[in-house]
Nanobody, 114 residues
Framework: QVHLVESGGGLVQAGGSLRLSCAAPGSISSINAMGWYRQAPGNERDLVAT??????TNYADSVKGRFTISREDKNTVHLQMNSLKPEDTAVYYC?????????WGQGTQVTVSS
């Protein structure tokens, strides 16, 4: 079992910024991609942003131009969230794909007040 460590959630006013971080154990290798999904109450878990080991990124349309995913090293990624909106309120889950398996963090709450 791989434990993903998330940090950076919290409460922010609309228009503000937050930065999420996710770290996979440094001892593991062969990570294909990492990223973030989110789930609001009553909704399904949806993609926010992903980044491959080669650096290719993918964003949900709703966050393009506001969120930026980056890789600090092969096992750590960050999600910079700017111009936050109340509709961004959700539990954000770190995601990792390795050997065709998906791994999830425990989730971190992001709440944007209007």
């Amino acid at each position: 079992q791989v434990h993903l460590v998330e940090s950076g959630g919290g409460l922010v006013q609309a228009g503000g910024s937050l930065r999420l971080s996710c770290a996979a154990p440094g001892s593991i290798s062969s990570i294909n991609a990492m990223g973030w999904y989110r789930q609001a109450p009553g909704n399904e878990r949806d993609l926010v942003a992903t980044i491959s080991q080669g650096g290719s990124t993918n964003y949900a349309d709703s966050v393009k131009g506001r969120f930026t995913i980056s890789r600090e090293d092969k096992n750590t990624v960050h999600l910079q969230m700017n111009s936050l909106k109340p509709e961004d309120t959700a539990v954000y889950y770190c995601w990792m794909r390795r050997y065709d398996l998906n791994y999830w963090g425990q989730g971190t709450q992001v709440t944007v007040s209007s």
